[in-house]
């Protein structure tokens, strides 16, 4: 049997794998299926039940919801690529932190770039991982969203820098997210990790503070369970 896989069994769609591969779609289901259903939201497959079976095992049973058959040309029209952060950021607080130590890193330590604030924006519900099995439009035209192990929440300018780093600026702009004064310092900074690929983390850890000596030496960051929790659109 296949350590990782899933298997519809009408009138569910079962996920099974191992605890630590599933504990990160199960809390972001969690959560997804605590917030109201509208007709104009993307739907997502409600969380029927979930359970590990001691074997080191964990299953998901969901929804499963028909989808109508998909366009041939849909993988061409994914204009966003997948990314994830290095790291599980607890927090936009942390988060701040990282992109700080980031501009810092610019010639003259970053200045002529204002610091970025992200401790005040608005979080956005993002799909990480921009595969087109993720994706789906059900019997009634509403758009369905799966793959929630790689769906994060991150501040609004991370959100309007994937977009715009898309050339897809309009589309920021007609979403109504905010920081667009952050774009400058964000670009340079991204410009500046991309020609230093060789620790993404700046040798932080997931609350953005320098990570101790023993934690770099074993290439480990203490992390918090969730992996999703602040995962996205990075760098």
């Given at each position: 049997m296949r350590r990782n896989g899933c298997v519809p069994v009408e009138p569910y769609f079962v996920k099974y794998g191992e605890p630590t591969r599933l504990v990160c779609d199960v809390k972001t289901r969690s959560l997804l299926s605590s917030t109201e259903q509208q007709a104009n939201k993307p739907r997502i497959p409600e969380l029927i039940h979930?359970?590990?079976?001691?074997?080191?095992?964990?299953?998901v049973v969901l929804e499963r919801v028909k989808l109508a058959?998909?366009?041939a040309e849909l993988a061409e029209k994914i204009t966003l690529a997948s990314m994830e952060a290095p790291l599980p950021f607890a927090s936009a607080k942390a988060l701040e932190r990282y992109v700080e130590k980031g501009r810092r890193r610019l010639y003259a330590h970053g200045r002529g770039f204002d610091p970025v604030s992200l401790t005040d924006?608005?979080?956005?519900?993002?799909?990480?991982?921009?595969?087109?099995?993720?994706?789906g439009v059900d019997e009634?035209?509403?758009?369905?969203?799966?793959?929630s192990s790689n769906i994060s929440f991150v501040p609004e300018t991370f959100a309007r820098y994937?977009?715009?780093n898309a050339k897809l600026r309009t589309v920021a702009d007609s979403l109504g997210l905010s920081s667009a004064n952050n774009m400058k310092a964000m670009v340079a900074i991204a410009h500046n990790l991309g020609m230093t690929p060789a620790d993404p983390s700046l040798g932080v850890d997931n609350h953005g503070k320098t990570a101790t000596p023993r934690a770099l030496e074993h290439g480990h960051v203490p992390s918090i369970s969730a992996r999703s929790t602040f995962t996205g659109p990075a760098f």
């Open positions: 979930h359970f590990d079976n001691g074997q080191e095992t964990t299953y058959e998909s366009p924006e608005r979080l956005v519900c993002v799909q990480g991982n921009m595969n087109e099995s993720h994706f009634e035209g509403r758009t369905v969203l799966m793959g994937a977009l715009v």
